[in-house]
C-alpha cells in the first residue's frame, strides 16, 4: 500500500508508491525513449472504452454521433495508482517521521476522442469541456473528507512527462496539502492579514499598470511571465476577478479560460515549435478545519487566488536545481512576454 | 548582468542569467541528445590546459610527470558563468519584489586528467584530492564577505544535466542562501533550540540503532537512504562525528569520505548500470551577521552538519512534482537499502 511520509528536514511531503515499483534493472531502460502509446493500440480512441477500468464520468458530444459511444471527455481510473479510495486514512508517526496512510484518488481525463488532436488545435467550446470536467471531479472529490487537495495537471509530450501521447491531463487527489501550494497558502494568508488584499489581485493589478511581463489579456483573463519566473517562458494565467476556488468558477469563467488557454499554447507552437509543457491548476484546498494540526489550515481559504502554471520543457533540470531549489533561467520575463506578444496564434511555425 | 529574484509566492530565489539566454528559436534543439564534448575535442585533457581560461588553483600529482604539465586536479572559470565576482553587490526591491545582483562566481573542477576515468574508477587518493580541492575552494571563496553560500556539486552522465563527458563537479557561489539549504537550516536550528542536540546527529543514531536504511557503514561515516527519500535510491553520505562546515573537515575525514563515496558510486554502478546521479554538498553558510535582514542567518550555523545527497536520475520529474512539490518515489528506501547492501561493489554489472 501507498503512503506518505513527511521529510523532517526538507519539510515536504513524499509520496511512497511501492505498487510502481520497479526491480533495479528495470530502471535500466533508457529515459529518453518513453514509449509513448501508438494510435493502433491506444485504450483512449474512441469505441476501444473496454479497454480501460469503467469510466468515472464522461461529458457527451453537444451533437451527438449516430451509433457507437457518445462522449467528447471521459474520465477513468488510473491503471497504477499512486492513491486509492479504497484504504484507512490513517496518520502516525514515531520520533521526528511522519505518515499518513496513500488515501485518495488517481484519475486520467480524456480530453476528447481523437487521438492527434492536442488541446491547441481543439475548438474553445470542446477545451472548455475538458475545464468543466476538471471542476466536476474537483466538487465530487472534495465531498470525501479524507480529500486535503485535487491537484490537476497537464504533462504534454513525453520530455515532460506523459506516458500516453492521446491528449489528456491528470488528477490526484492527496490528503495533504502539496507543499507548493502551502507556501502559496502562506503568502497569500501573510499579505491579507497584513493588507486585507488578495496578494494575486495585487499581483494583476500591479503587472497591468506595468505592462512589460504582460503576454496576453482578455477581458476576464491575463497571461503573464512571474516577476521570478524559474523557467523560460514559465507563464501564468489568473482571472481578473477574485476567486479562490476552481470549484466555483462559473461557465463563462472556463469559457474565458478555454479562450486564453488555447491562444497561449498556439502561441508556444508557432513561437517554440510545439514544446513539452506541463500545466498545473493552482485552487484552495477543501475547507476542513483540523485544529492542532499546524499543517492543515483550519478556515476556509478566501485570500487565495486560482490560476493556472504553466512551463515549456525547454531545458533540463540539473542538479543545481535540484540540490539547492535555485533555478537557473536564461530568459528573463520581460523578453518572454515580448516575444510572445507579438506572437501570431494563427501564424506559421518559426 | 544576471540577477537574482525573489519569488515572493513561491518562497524561493531564482537565477537569471540572460548571458546563457537563446532565442526562442535555439530552444528547438531536441533535449535529449545535448551532445557531449567529444575526447578529441574536449578542453579539459592533459595538455590542453590553452583551451580554457587561466587556472584558479591545481593540485599536482603525487608522482609528477617526467614532462609536460603537473596536475591531478585543476579549477576554471565556467565559460558562461551564471554569477560574477566582478560586479557590484546590490540589494533592492520594489513593491513585494526583491532583487539581488548576481554577485558570485562559478567554477569547474576537473576531477583528473583522464576523459574516461569516472570517480567510481579513481583510486581512493585521487578521489580525496577532488574533495580537498572542494574545500580549498570553499575557503577561498569565503573570504568574499559578499558570498553568503559555495554550493558544490556535479552532475554525471546527459541525463543528469552534465555538458561535459571529462569527470568534473561544479560550484556556483551565490550572495543568498539557497531555498534547500535554509529549510534545513531552520529545521536543524529548531531541533537544536528545543533540546540541544543536532538533528543530524541524531539522525544517524536513530537509523543505525533500526539498521533498515543504512546501505553502507565505515568507521567514520554513513551512507543511508532517508525515511522520506523523494526519489529511488537517493543516497545521503554523513560523517559520524558533528561537524557544521566542510571547510574544517579535517584530512582523515576526506579520505573516509572519498573511501564511502567510491564504494556507494561503484554499487550505483554494478546495481543500476552506471546511472546518471546528481551529488550535492550540503554545508553551514557563511557565517554574516546582517541584522534587519531575516533571510540571512545571524550566527554561526554550529547547529548544522554537513554532508553529501546523491540521487541517481532513474525517473523523469514531471509536471506533478514540479507544480505540486511533491515526489512519487516507487522504491521505499528500507528496499533501496536492502538491495545496496548485499550488492558488492567491485562485481559485475547485473
Same mark, same amino acid.
Given at each position: ?76 481510473? %488510473? ?10 486514512? %490513517? ?260
Amino acid at each position: 500500500m501507498s503512503e506518505l511520509r513527511f521529510d523532517p528536514l526538507k519539510k515536504r511531503w513524499v509520496i511512497l508508491a511501492p505498487e510502481r515499483r520497479r526491480r533495479p534493472h528495470e530502471f535500466l531502460v533508457p529515459q529518453s525513449g518513453t514509449p509513448e502509446q501508438d494510435i493502433t493500440t491506444c485504450p483512449f480512441e474512441y469505441g476501444r472504452e473496454a479497454l480501460t477500468d469503467p469510466e468515472i464520468m464522461i461529458i457527451p458530444r453537444d451533437t451527438p454521433p449516430s451509433s457507437g459511444p457518445n462522449w467528447q471527455v471521459r474520465v477513468v481510473p %488510473s491503471r497504477f495508482p499512486a492513491l486509492r479510495v479504497e484504504q484507512e486514512l %490513517s496518520r502516525d508517526g514515531s520520533w521526528i517521521y511522519d505518515r499518513v496512510s496513500g488515501v485518495g484518488a488517481h484519475e486520467l481525463i480524456v480530453e476528447g476522442p481523437e487521438h492527434c488532436l492536442e488541446m491547441a488545435d481543439m475548438r474553445h467550446e470542446d477545451i472548455q469541456l475538458v475545464l468543466s470536467a476538471w471542476r466536476a471531479r474537483l466538487r465530487d472529490l472534495r465531498r470525501d473528507v479524507r480529500v486535503r487537495y485535487v491537484l490537476i495537471f497537464k504533462n504534454h509530450g513525453a520530455e515532460a512527462g506523459a506516458v500516453f501521447s492521446h491528449p489528456h491531463s491528470l488528477l490526484l487527489a492527496t490528503p495533504v496539502i502539496p507543499p507548493e501550494v502551502v507556501n502559496e497558502l502562506q503568502a497569500a494568508r501573510e499579505h491579507f492579514e497584513r493588507k486585507e488584499r488578495c496578494v494575486f489581485c495585487d499581483l494583476v493589478k500591479h503587472e497591468r499598470q506595468l505592462g512589460e511581463r504582460i503576454a496576453i489579456e482578455t477581458d476576464s483573463f491575463v497571461a503573464l511571465e512571474p516577476y521570478a519566473s524559474a523557467h523560460p517562458f514559465e507563464t501564468w494565467l489568473l482571472p481578473k476577478s477574485h476567486g479562490h476556488d476552481f470549484a466555483s468558477a462559473t461557465d463563462d469563467q472556463l469559457a474565458g479560460l478555454a479562450g486564453i488557454l488555447r491562444d497561449l499554447l498556439r502561441r508556444f507552437r508557432v513561437l517554440l515549435n510545439e514544446p513539452p509543457y506541463n500545466l498545473v491548476l493552482h485552487t484552495a484546498p477543501t475547507p476542513q478545519p483540523r485544529p492542532g494540526h499546524p499543517q492543515y489550515w483550519s478556515t476556509l481559504e478566501l485570500d487565495f487566488h486560482w490560476h493556472i502554471e504553466i512551463v515549456p520543457r525547454l531545458t533540463r533540470v540539473a542538479g543545481f536545481e535540484w540540490g539547492s531549489g535555485f533555478s537557473i533561467n536564461p530568459t528573463p520575463p520581460e523578453e518572454a512576454a515580448r516575444y510572445l506578444r507579438k506572437t501570431d496564434p494563427e501564424g506559421e511555425r518559426t
